[in-house]
């Protein structure tokens, strides 16, 4: 099987563009908006706290934290329920959910009962309901695009909205922060969830209802979702390196958020300024991808994509001088991370999606979002507590060291040397189902 044939060209005769696909393109739109409305909620959160509550560093990590620790408690169970049921239901179901908690906060803040502990509440009952969502939104895709030929098309245009949310989100989230106030732009997020409900309602592909074990058990069909995964070289070594980069961006982008609003004394308009110019870098990426891995074999645009994500955070750590030029040289550092996160992204996801049947879809994805997102989690606890111990500039250096140190896994990693895209997984037997995946 050939990269190209993968990225829809002729090797296999013709293939038309996902462009055609009415469902697909439903869903996309829909994902769009709400991840728009996501990156409002990511700057909104944390500066409703140090606004608001006068919050210390410990206690913003603290919430970063608990956004991101119902991936590290749940997300494996979750994976086992979602792969028993229709994937849309459950997405319809916590986007409404995910609404309404959102909503909450400025209705409490109108109210005046809003304070600290409860926004510590709502952050991680949000985090629970995103977990839940993020467990079945990648194994639907292939509900909605059938044609194995298409994963690389499907994983850039999803890069490419994360990549259009990132460059637009923060920047209108700090201009929403400073005209509206932090709890009150958070209704934009509201808003976007229930646009992503009504695409939803509108895709007609039917959703088959997936076929149940031979022997239906909670661990064994946990344990089965975990061998899959750790088994298999190249997942295993992709669950790993992710593990690291996403402790990497979440330690780095929590610490800078604090040296800049603390150090720096930047206003919110201007960190969402800096995050979205350096975003731009992945849109680049992910709209560049396609052509890239169709032109390079994939393990090198890999190995590459995710050095320069690693190294990015140490021109923070050598910014110096005016003002003008630290903000420069870090929004020159966030673009090279999200350059890099562009491309590997796609890269990623498309190589999970293949090497998967879609019985364990969800089982695999709650176990790279176990260890994503555990990784972002414990990565903004640590950095509240190492910002609070040894000072904000200090703990970046130390994030930028380990965060270069990485890159020696990416050499040791099988993923570095692949070719092209993997086969397509074959679903397991029944008797495999229950014993080993």
């Not at 997936?210 to 997942?235: M, N, Q, T, Y």
């Not at 040894?390 to 050499?411: D, P, R, T």
Request: charge should be positive.
């Amino acid at each position: 099987m050939s990269v190209t044939s993968e990225t829809g060209g002729d090797t296999d005769g013709p293939v038309q563009s996902l462009w055609h696909n009415q469902d697909f393109l439903k869903f996309w739109v829909g994902e769009t908006v709400s991840l728009l409305g996501t990156q409002v909620t990511n700057l909104a959160l944390p500066l409703t706290a140090i606004y608001a509550f006068d919050a210390s560093d410990e206690q913003v990590g603290f919430l970063r934290f608990l956004q991101l620790v119902p991936y590290i408690g749940f997300a494996l169970l979750f994976g086992v329920w979602v792969d028993r049921v229709r994937r849309r239901n459950v997405m319809l179901a916590t986007n409404l959910f995910r609404a309404a908690l959102i909503a909450l906060i400025p209705v409490l803040h109108w109210l005046d009962v809003l304070n600290m502990p409860v926004l510590l509440v709502i952050a991680c009952a949000l985090g629970t309901a995103s977990c839940l969502f993020d467990v079945s939104w990648m194994p639907f895709v292939p509900t909605l695009v059938k044609d194995t030929r298409h994963y690389v098309e499907a994983s850039q245009k999803m890069g490419v909205s994360q990549s259009v949310s990132d460059v637009a989100g923060p920047g209108m989230a700090g201009v929403l922060v400073s005209a509206l106030s932090a709890p009150v732009a958070l209704i934009v997020n509201a808003g976007s969830y229930l646009f992503s409900t009504v695409m939803l309602l509108l895709v007609r592909t039917r959703e088959p209802v997936p076929e149940p074990p031979a022997k239906r058990h909670v661990l064994s069909e946990l344990r089965d979702g975990l061998e899959w995964v750790f088994r298999k070289p190249i997942l295993r070594w992709l669950a790993i390196v992710g593990f690291c980069c996403n402790f990497s961006m979440i330690t780095v982008w929590t610490m800078f958020l604090l040296y800049g609003t603390h150090d720096l004394q930047l206003s919110s308009s201007t960190l969402g300024t800096v995050f979205g110019t350096a975003s731009v870098g992945g849109l680049i990426g992910a709209m560049v991808s396609r052509k890239v891995v169709a032109r390079f074999p994939i393990g090198r645009v890999y190995f590459v994509a995710q050095t320069a994500l690693l190294l990015g955070p140490l021109l923070i750590v050598l910014a110096a001088g005016p003002k003008l030029v630290v903000i420069g040289m870090v929004t020159l550092s966030f673009f090279t991370t999200y350059l890099g996160l562009g491309i590997a992204n796609v890269i990623i996801v498309s190589v999970r999606q293949t090497t998967t049947p879609q019985s364990m879809m969800s089982r695999m994805t709650a176990c790279f979002r176990t260890l994503l997102f555990g990784g972002g989690a414990l990565g903004g606890l640590t950095a509240g507590l190492l910002s609070g111990g040894i000072g904000n500039h200090n703990a970046l250096i130390v994030a930028a060291a380990f965060s270069a140190v990485v890159v020696l896994a990416l050499i040791k990693s099988p993923v570095s040397r692949l070719r092209e895209l993997p086969p397509a997984a074959v679903e397991p037997t029944a008797k495999t189902t229950t014993t080993t995946a």
